[in-house]
């Protein structure tokens, strides 16, 4: 999959998703970022670390996926952003944000159906 354009699909999807971007798991950036324009709301060093506990977090739903299924995404919603994790198979871990009041039924659909559609196609 091109994960670039992946991620651009998702941030053209909804004016209101801030960040996607997709990691393999070693944390490391495979495609995507934030949406132009924007300021991060965290600084670089508190990224890397949200992200590593992504990439723990996803480890570990993968040890519990034997029992309960396979995770399809985790939410976290705080004060000002969501923060949504997409489990792309053993691989990839895609994390999105938007801005709080985006509805997280639209957000959810639209990564699906956009991941669906590019899955199969070649970079």
Request: hydrophobic residues 35%.
């Amino acid at each position: 999959m091109d994960y670039e354009k992946f991620c651009s699909q998702i941030l053209d999807a909804d004016p209101k998703i801030r960040f996607a971007t997709v990691y393999d798991e070693w944390a490391a950036r495979v495609g995507g970022g934030m949406r132009e324009g924007l300021k991060n709301l965290l600084s670089d060093h508190a990224e890397k670390e949200l992200v590593n506990l992504s990439i723990l977090d996803w480890k570990a739903r993968k040890d519990m996926s034997k029992w309960l299924g396979k995770t399809i995404y985790t939410l976290g919603e705080y004060d000002k952003v969501k923060r949504f994790s997409f489990y792309l198979g053993d691989d990839h871990l895609l994390l999105v944000s938007s801005e709080k009041d985006n509805d997280t039924n639209t957000v959810v659909d639209e990564v699906i159906r956009l991941y669906y559609e590019n899955q199969d196609k070649k970079s």
